[in-house]
């Protein structure tokens, strides 16, 4: 089967050009057996009597041949002018003006209500398009509606990957800021748990950041939070051991400045417990609680002036500063411990008062009530 398709001339504007391309289709038909008429050319011409046969023919060749299944007219215009007004409602978004305004703000700093105004750029687009489209075939306005909300999405994704950098900046800082608090406390007891605390508070709040700033399940934070949880661990690690390096030498310079202390009130401390036998470790175990607490205080006050602790710097010439005033300190203190020790003998040196089998010499006495304190602090602290 041929077909041929002939383009005339506008009437209206060239009627005689109409008129002439008219007549000579007109004498195609007349002598349509001749050669160049519309049948004269076929190699394969048919009687008329034998036409129905023929067409017959061809129909059943054409019904057996997939390849020329065509789709409804509704199917053909539907698909077409979806994807046309898909691209017109893509091409808005791209230059939509609040969009614009957030892709800007975005970059610089958290955006309030990020998620909201998100959802409200992708509805209005989405709605430009099914406003447009309604009247089109439902599964293909469907389909294609699809297609205009990945490549939106793909579009909108930059904005969610810049909140997700704020996000991580907010939660490292907030870890940092607890953590630095953490270590001016100066206290080892309960240490590591305490930071493993900090480290999963700063991990469930990036995880509901970002809940609070996607719009879609396929946008994917595991990078980002794969970095977070490295630098935390960095940091994390790095501060432990600098603390505890710190915390050590403060300590160790302490119990020697306190045992310094010790030796200078002897003469009127120590002399005023003249009992021996168990009631010197009972004393000097009391005297020992007393001396761990100012030990603490004292610890507690040099680290709170750690004010620039960063675990990134080397912070032994810092701390080697502080400790070297600490024996002075402790001495000056000694009065203090020594009127502590006194109060905390008091029962026992009256209730042991007149007891001569009880008494030993001073210098016993001193070194064994030395001997029991210093025990007694490094157990307490």
Same mark, same amino acid.
């Given at each position: 089967m041929k077909v041929e398709v002939t383009a005339l001339p506008s009437y209206e504007s060239e009627e005689e050009k109409f008129k002439d391309k008219v007549d000579r289709l007109r004498q195609r038909f007349f002598h349509s057996i001749s050669p160049g008429g519309l049948a004269g050319d076929r190699k394969d011409v048919q009687p008329a009597s034998g036409f129905s046969l023929r067409a017959e023919h061809l129909w059943k060749t054409i019904k057996e041949n997939k390849d020329l299944d065509l789709p409804a007219v509704e199917v053909m215009v539907a698909t077409f002018r979806c994807e046309q007004i898909a691209k017109e409602t893509f091409s808005r978004l791209k230059s939509d003006k609040t969009w614009l305004a957030l892709r800007k703000a975005v970059?610089?700093?958290?955006?309030?209500?990020?998620?909201?105004?998100?959802?409200?750029?992708?509805?209005?687009?989405?709605?430009?398009?099914?406003?447009?489209?309604?009247?089109?075939?439902?599964?293909?306005?469907?389909?294609?509606?699809?297609?205009?909300?990945?490549? !939106?999405? %793909?579009?909108?994704?930059? #904005?969610?990957?810049?909140?997700?950098?704020?996000?991580?900046?907010?939660? +490292? *800082?907030?870890?940092?800021?607890?953590?630095?608090?953490?270590?001016?406390?100066?206290?080892?007891?309960?240490?590591?748990?305490?930071?493993?605390?900090?480290?999963?508070?700063?991990?469930?709040q990036f995880e509901k950041g970002c809940k609070d700033v996607s719009i879609s399940k396929e946008w994917d934070a595991s990078a980002v939070r794969g970095i977070l949880l490295c630098d935390i661990e960095k940091m994390e690690s790095k501060t432990k051991t600098r603390f505890y390096k710190v915390y050590n030498t403060l300590k160790a310079k302490a119990v020697r400045g306190v045992a310094l202390g010790i030796g200078?009130?002897?003469?009127?401390?120590?002399?005023?417990?003249?009992?021996?036998?168990?009631?010197?470790?009972?004393? !000097?175990? %009391?005297?020992?609680?007393? #001396?761990?607490?100012?030990?603490?205080?004292?610890?507690?006050?040099?680290? +709170? *002036?750690?004010?620039?602790?960063?675990?990134?710097?080397?912070?032994?010439?810092?701390?080697?500063?502080?400790?070297?005033?600490?024996?002075?300190?402790?001495?000056?203190?000694?009065?203090?411990?020594?009127?502590a020790s006194d109060t905390a003998n008091d029962s026992t040196a009256n209730d042991l008062e007149g007891d001569t089998s009880c008494r030993t010499s001073p210098a016993r006495r001193r070194w064994r009530f030395s001997f029991y304190l210093i025990v007694g602090l490094e157990v307490a602290i």
């Open positions: 970059k610089a700093r958290p955006e309030p209500k990020f998620r909201k105004k998100l959802i409200s750029i992708l509805k209005n687009s989405l709605s430009q398009y099914d406003k447009e489209a309604t009247h089109f075939k439902e599964s293909i306005r469907d389909e294609k509606r699809q297609e205009l909300e990945t490549e !939106a999405l %793909k579009v909108l994704h930059p #904005a969610y990957v810049d909140m997700l950098r704020h996000l991580h900046y907010t939660a +490292l *800082k907030s870890f940092r800021n607890r953590l630095v608090k953490r270590v001016k406390e100066a206290s080892r007891d309960g240490f590591e748990a305490s930071i493993d605390h900090i480290v999963k508070d700063a991990m469930h200078g009130m002897a003469g009127a401390g120590v002399a005023a417990a003249a009992f021996v036998g168990d009631w010197d470790a009972v004393s !000097a175990k %009391k005297a020992g609680d007393v #001396a761990s607490t100012m030990l603490r205080k004292i610890i507690k006050r040099h680290m +709170l *002036k750690l004010d620039n602790f960063n675990a990134n710097e080397n912070t032994d010439n810092r701390a080697n500063g502080i400790v070297d005033d600490l024996v002075g300190e402790t001495v000056d203190n000694s009065l203090d411990f020594q009127n």
